[in-house]
């Protein structure tokens, strides 16, 4: 900026008149090409300074990177890798002290958590998505944790080594503990066409698809020129699966269309709405207290939402589906506009990576991952441990309780020798019996009762079946089963007692880990389910089973105080409110 000033300054004592034509001309041609020579020459200063600063960086890196990225850099700690952010995973970090001997890292894709048991709510517009979500790094920031936005995509647990991935970037972790949390995926049972043509409900994505798809339906049915048929083809719903996911997204669904678009659309339409709900059992809610899925059941009936009950999905087409009776195998084929699959969950593949990588014959369950009672991983010498759906805790006890069924079913004496041997309806009365103290024993009555074939495949008189066999057979599917339900309310139990024995390593050494006599004791707290126009069920053990109304004020409540955070409290808390007063929001934004 001087060398300018100068160059016009001088100009103006060589020309010192603007008047004379040919010096203005000059004048403004001598300055203009002084102006560009000085910024070429700026233009090159800035260049070797800049090259100086970025040499000087890499000369001398900064040391707060250091903190963050090093892993393993304090060698009294020892390194801690959880995989997943939901709702074991969750409850493992947040319960875990600041000062324990351990560094923690958490490998999620999803870098936050999901309160799944709204997902229904935030399907039909009655929640909104940021209520019941939250920033997995407030609880990793909190305690001073680490966390990494990736996906594991392979597990050696012979070197202890996760491999990670994020878009093209690949990454490897050493651990010393592994703390698998990364949930269970569905599962289409191999029903041909339930990927091409259904919809799933797992993820935010499914519940904003699904309201997407609703909302647009009814604008098309609409339309002037729709006929009466396809009117009712649009607004044909059919859920699949009539767990508490199935049910209360059916219950969610009819609320939607009988209070907020009976509101705002033709109330014309609503009498070419239907809502099904599909399911093999006998009733919905079927792993409920009896009484319970009996005045559900009842209730959705009431409600004219169709139970298609006692009925296997064989094929699911664009606009149909075909489906057998469970009890004659008679199939038919039911019309259907959209649909959702509600119904089974299966192993992570991640998991199957870790099954894979320990030793052969250490993991027999082919739909999770098996741990003893601390929720340690067989084979892994202690070092994976299993959170929540992905793993299946041992049940000598429950096997033991099976085998005194059979013995007193039988008139068996201590020696062994019975006076009679087990047919199948006795054997699956037997079982339902022991499952008032072991609920296992229950699912396990249901599998046999699910397909006959089962039983007669583990005898050799077809009909009857020794002791041997009988506790081959329960094996077996005791394999197949899970030992807790696939709930967050057992996540986020378990979560938080693998946090206590990560805890306790600060005054008892690592060795607590290890300790043979620990044991994770699953206490049920209760079963709550929406099921339409402001009631809910709720089986609240040692107290009474709610049903109704009240029932419903008691649902709203528990799933308000039990989030995650007091910002998601009241942000539920309100969105609750205001659907009661203005009703959901009916608007499509994708």
């Not at 002290?97 to 048991?117: A, Q």
């Not at 678009?261 to 014309?268: D, G, I």
């Not at 607590?512 to 699953?522: E, G, V």
Request: aromatic share 8%; charged share 25%.
């Amino acid at each position: 900026m001087t060398t300018i000033s100068t160059t016009i300054s001088t100009t103006r004592q060589f020309c010192p008149s603007s008047s004379r034509g040919g010096g203005k001309k000059i004048s403004r041609d001598f300055i203009v090409e002084n102006a560009r020579r000085q910024r070429r020459l700026n233009k090159r200063r800035r260049g070797r300074r800049d090259e100086m600063i970025r040499n000087q960086a890499v000369a001398e890196p900064r040391e707060t990177t250091v903190s963050y990225d090093e892993i393993g850099s304090d060698p009294a700690k020892r390194t801690v890798v959880i995989l997943g952010s939901g709702w074991g995973a969750v409850s493992f970090v947040k319960s875990l002290k600041k000062d324990i001997p351990f560094e923690v890292i958490l490998v999620s894709p999803r870098n936050y958590f999901l309160y799944t048991p709204l997902l229904p709510g935030v399907a039909t517009g009655a929640i909104e998505t940021r209520s019941i979500v939250e920033s997995i790094r407030r609880p990793i920031a909190e305690k001073g944790f680490k966390y990494y936005e990736a996906a594991a995509t392979d597990i050696d647990a012979k070197n202890k080594i996760v491999t990670c991935r994020k878009a093209n970037n690949e990454f490897t972790l050493k651990y010393d503990y592994l703390i698998t949390a990364v949930g269970a995926v569905t599962n289409t049972f191999g029903v041909p066409g339930v990927e091409e043509n259904c919809l799933f409900f797992k993820e935010i994505s499914d519940a904003a698809r699904f309201r997407s798809q609703v909302n647009e339906r009814f604008e098309r049915a609409t339309l002037p020129g729709i006929s009466k048929e396809e009117i009712q083809n649009l607004l044909r719903f059919v859920i699949i699966g009539a767990g508490p996911t199935g049910v209360e997204l059916a219950a969610e669904l009819y609320d939607l269309v009988y209070q907020d678009v009976a509101k705002t659309f033709p109330r014309r339409l609503l009498e070419d709405v239907s809502i099904n709900i599909i399911d093999l059992q006998e009733k919905i809610l079927s792993s409920y207290d009896r009484e319970i899925a009996d005045y559900a059941t009842d209730f959705f009936k009431r409600a004219n939402i169709n139970c298609i009950l006692n009925t296997q999905v064989k094929e699911v087409k664009r606009n149909s589906l075909i489906v057998a009776d469970k009890n004659t195998g008679e199939e038919r084929e039911i019309p259907c506009g959209m649909s959702v699959w509600c119904s089974g969950i299966k192993l992570n593949p991640i998991c199957e990576k870790i099954q894979n990588s320990l030793p052969e014959g250490s993991q027999p369950n082919v739909r999770s991952l098996s741990a003893d009672k601390a929720m340690r991983v067989k084979g892994s010498d202690g070092s994976i441990f299993g959170l929540g759906d992905c793993v299946t805790v041992e049940r000598p006890k429950s096997m033991a309780k099976a085998q005194e069924i059979y013995a007193k079913a039988c008139k068996c004496d201590e020696d062994g020798n019975c006076e009679l041997q087990i047919n199948l309806p006795t054997a699956i009365k037997a079982l339902e019996q022991g499952g008032k103290d072991f609920p296992h024993l229950k699912e396990m009555a249901k599998s046999a009762t699910l397909s006959i074939d089962v039983f007669k495949s583990y005898t050799q008189k077809r009909d009857e079946m020794t002791m041997s066999e009988f506790m081959k057979m329960c094996e077996a599917l005791d394999n197949e089963l899970r030992a807790f339900p696939a709930t967050a309310q057992v996540a986020k139990q378990q979560g938080n007692y693998l946090a206590e024995v990560f805890n306790s390593a600060k005054e008892n050494g690592f060795e607590a880990l290890q300790d043979p006599n620990m044991r994770f004791n699953y206490e049920h707290k209760g079963s709550l389910a929406y099921i339409g126009k402001d009631s809910a069920v709720a089986d609240i053990p040692g107290f009474t089973i709610l049903k109704g109304l009240a029932a419903g004020l008691v649902w709203k409540s528990f799933e308000t105080i039990s989030q995650v955070s007091i910002n998601n409290v009241f942000k539920v808390g309100a969105d609750i409110v205001r659907t009661k007063i203005f009703g959901r929001d009916i608007s499509r934004l994708l």
